[in-house]
């Protein structure tokens, strides 16, 4: 975990209780505690109401393939070594579509509507990230 040298995310007030329940090994989703639609990324707003009053969930961690890219171009010198690496679209079971990097998945078994779930990359201290497995 020394010498981790990619960008790390700079957690908010909004954003949080998703980095805690991470590192906690759990998906926490951002729902409107008015009109209860699930939101992912977390952000102050609902895009629906527009309320600003939120609750947490606790997520499955499960979806399907929508979509995926294999990148071949470091977006910065601490992914190079990662090279090539895919990222997945989830279309998630609450709804709401998450990105984040696969492990341990051959691309060519990869397919839209395939199976995945979440799992949980420590790679600092105080910093998980989540990749997605198959399920």
Not at 52 to 76: L, P
Request: hydrophobic share 35%.
């Amino acid at each position: 975990m020394d010498g981790y040298d990619k960008l790390v995310p700079t957690p908010t007030t909004d954003t949080q209780p998703y980095w805690d329940g991470l590192q906690q090994g759990k998906l926490c989703l951002q729902r409107c505690a008015d009109c209860g639609k699930v939101r992912h990324y977390p952000r102050p707003v609902c895009d629906s109401c527009y309320s600003m009053n939120v609750d947490w969930i606790d997520a499955t961690g499960q979806g399907k393939v929508h979509s995926w890219t294999i990148t071949h171009y470091a977006f910065h010198p601490g992914f190079k070594g990662d090279l090539p690496y895919m990222l997945l679209t989830v279309d998630m079971d609450e709804g709401v579509r998450m990105q984040s990097q696969a492990r341990g998945i051959d691309e060519a078994e990869l397919k839209i509507g395939m199976p995945v779930k979440l799992a949980y990359e420590k790679v600092k201290e105080d910093l998980t990230l989540p990749v997605f497995v198959k399920q």
